[in-house]
């Protein structure tokens, strides 16, 4: 016999089996628990360490005040803005200043794709995040708008609430899982891509530049 012969009479027994014999039970005993808490100090540390890695820019702010200045900050020299409706109205504010133009977005009242592309920034929360891979996720609730704006435009600004950063993946997605049917859109660092020869380039799938304040 043939190794081709082999071959597909391999396949064909492994089809058999497969239509006659149950599926095997795939594990789930995760790790859900990290060696620190949520939140915490070395979980913080390790977050700003992954993102910065990723050539993202992150701000740590502890007040109020701090936080409205990073946001002012992080949009450097952007005129335009596009924020979700259910941006708390301090964050609209602080995006607004020197003069930006800030514009809402929401499901019922979309800004068109061509307009979109012409707005330069955009500010938004997020759900949770995952410090051992540097993720921020956002599942489309108000305060993070339709998946289009944070991928549009050229540079995005993340508020992340220190509590929600969670140190492993499943811990991360059990709290996406609490809302299943949301769309989720899960960001590591800007947008890139290498090409063969390892060459890096910014920009392919979404904001060529990240800015995020870590609220506490």
């Known amino acids: 016999m043939d190794a081709r012969s082999v071959i597909l009479s391999r396949a064909r027994e492994a089809i058999s089996r497969s239509q006659t014999a149950p599926a095997a039970p795939v ?3 995760y790790t859900r ?3 620190n808490p949520p ?3 070395p979980v913080v540390a390790e977050m700003v ?3 910065e890695d990723y050539n993202a820019v992150v701000r740590v702010e502890a007040e109020d005040v701090g936080i409205l200045d990073a946001i ?6 952007a005129t335009t803005v596009v924020v979700p409706a259910g941006l708390p109205q301090a964050y609209k504010e602080a995006a607004a200043r020197n003069g930006r133009t800030v514009r809402e977005d ?3 009242d979309p800004i068109p794709t061509l307009e979109l592309d012409g707005i330069e920034a955009v500010v938004t929360c997020s759900r949770t995040a995952i410090s051992l891979s540097g993720t921020i996720c956002l599942d489309g609730e108000p305060d993070q708008g339709r998946r289009a704006i944070s991928l549009v435009p050229d540079r995005h600004v993340i508020i992340l609430e220190r509590e929600s950063i969670q140190p492993t993946v ?3 997605v059990d709290i996406l899982g609490e809302n299943p049917t949301r769309p989720t859109t899960w960001i590591a660092g800007p947008s890139a891509t290498s090409d063969i020869e390892l060459i890096r380039v910014n920009g392919v799938h979404g904001p060529r530049n990240l800015g995020v304040v870590i609220a506490h």
């Open 27 to 29: 594990p789930r005993a």
């Open 33 to 35: 628990v990290g060696a």
């Open 39 to 41: 939140g915490s100090e």
């Open 49 to 51: 360490e992954k993102l």
């Open 72 to 77: 002012d900050a992080l949009l450097a020299d």
């Open 106 to 108: 929401s499901r019922q």
């Open 170 to 172: 499943p811990q991360a």
